[in-house]
């Protein structure tokens, strides 16, 4: 199986300009939203697996990546209204939507009609604060980058915490994680703080009751540093119209990372039955 070829592009929206990546094919759309403090290269290892079946589409969320960082705007709202003008602007309908951890959130609060987006699934969206929670992770990151140091000092501090929160995380993680959050400015964790005291669900539920589309959780070991309780997750499949909700025991928080062909063929069962068929034949089933 070869990499996909990613094509780099920017698109300029009513209140900011994003970078997005794009790999065509005659086939359904996906368009992949990233979690908080990464970007659009969280999606390019399951591009390859992703890529025979579908036409990707992945962004780099404001404040993130190679998007622009404007000085303020960083609501679950503010970031929905960007995918709402980027499906608009380029006339895109028939989309699945796949959001992971923050852009699953951010997938609950999008408003478009089925015939633009048939399908969404939420990969492992934190609707809740689990105990051993990643906000204390969040309160130090904040803290780093609320300070004026020097670049160097700020990649040290940044890997320490990384570290501190994950021992077991990898060097090429780490180096990944750190370089990406160094390009996020303090406002966006300011802002997401703010928001989610007391956890999203509450706020997300109006949301999940008027989504018209099959939607798909998608739920993470939190042994295995899983974000979304399982109470959480049966409160939110149920307020879906047509909500569904799927565990990956062997998954950490990144489903699409650490079970790829699990993930894969989760995604392929769901747009099946949601979008048109895809151009290439289905793989056997994996079993999460």
Known sequence: MTSVQFASRTIDLPTVRLHYVEAPADAPILLLLHGI????RVWQ???RRLQPYFHLYALDLRGHGQSEKPLH???????????ESFLDQLELQDVTLVGSSLGGLISCVVEASTAVIPGRILVDPPLTW????SRALF??????????????EQSRQLSDALTEDNPQIGGLQRAYLTKTWSVVPPVVLRDMLAESAGGWLPRLLPHLETIESPVLIMRANPELGGVLMEEAAATAAAALPRGSLEYFAKAGHAIHGTRPLAFLDSVLRFTQEVQRPPTQPLPASVKA
């Open 37 to 40: 403090g990464v970007d659009w």
């Open 45 to 47: 290892s399951i591009g």
């Open 73 to 83: 705007g960083y609501s679950l709202a503010d970031y929905a209204a960007d995918i």
């Open 130 to 133: 689990r105990p051993a929670a």
């Open 139 to 152: 309160e130090a990151i904040l803290r780093i980058k609320s300070e004026e140091l020097a670049p160097e």
